[in-house]
């Protein structure tokens, strides 16, 4: 489970330089993530105890199609165990690796930003926080801080409504909780978040309603489904997708 295709609509890969996390906000009660590691415990020798993976380090480089890649699905890159020089390594290999685009969630919104000056910023890296209530809205003022090209919120699993600033904010993310726990999610939080995106001329993208299944409830939302994109996705594609069908 280093690095795999995924069902996750937003992304077409997953890479994964370190495993495993902690608890920090109401949004990690029914990890995902935590739960793999118990479902598949062979391939987690740690469990979900932070553990890094170097050996997994140089695996953007040997894909040639450009992919958009979610980092760390089973993590949070910005730890409060992950050392500074080994996340410095994960971004160069990101900058050296232009075709593909680098999506970056983190709930530790004030290591990000402790730690964003030490680091590189190039376009394809995009960085997000997760929102998953109005008591961690906050988050968003933290992200504002870091010169990324792209900036995105997750707001999932949604549970509650929210009233966002979404200044600087170029994507968001909405999706209900799935498992046997899942959490309510009631529609009008979500037709509320996609007026504020347009309203900012951010771009929305809805994932799911959730359920037992991720996609026990379908994604539709008021007959049709939204999978916006930021801006700065549909030219990176025609750019680099030239060149490798060119």
């Known amino acids: 489970m280093s690095s795999t295709s995924t069902a996750i609509e937003w ?9 495993g996390c902690n608890k920090v906000s109401p949004g990690c009660k029914n990890c995902y993530a935590e739960a793999l590691t118990k479902r598949f415990h062979n391939h987690f020798e740690n469990g979900f105890d932070f553990t890094l993976h ?13 992919s958009r890649v979610f980092v760390n699905s089973m993590s949070d ?26 999506q ?43 010169p990324a090209a792209v900036r995105f919120l997750s707001c999932e699993p949604l549970l509650g409504p929210l009233d966002l600033d979404l200044g600087g904010i170029h994507w968001v993310i909405v999706g209900g909780e799935s498992g046997p726990r899942h959490r309510p999610i009631e529609a009008q939080w979500v037709k509320d978040i996609r007026e504020q995106t347009h309203e900012a001329d951010s771009a929305f993208f809805f994932k799911q309603w959730g359920g037992i299944r991720p996609k026990a409830k379908g994604r539709e939302l008021d007959g049709r489904t939204y999978d916006e994109m930021p801006r700065a996705y549909l030219a990176h594609t025609e750019r680099w997708m030239s060149v490798f069908t060119g």
């Open 104 to 146: 970056i969630l983190t709930k530790r919104h004030e290591r990000l930003v402790e730690l964003s000056d030490d680091l590189p910023w190039p376009e394809n890296v995009w960085m997000g926080v997760s929102v998953e209530n109005q008591d961690y809205a906050y988050r968003v003022d933290y992200l504002r801080r870091v």
């Open 77 to 102: 890159l910005f730890h409060e165990r992950m050392p500074l020089e080994f996340l410095q390594e994960i971004f160069k290999v990101m900058e050296e690796c232009p075709s593909h685009v680098f």
């Open 54 to 66: 170097p050996g997994r380090l140089d695996e953007p480089r040997r894909w040639r199609k450009p």
């Open 11 to 19: 992304t077409d890969k997953t890479w994964n330089p370190t495993t």
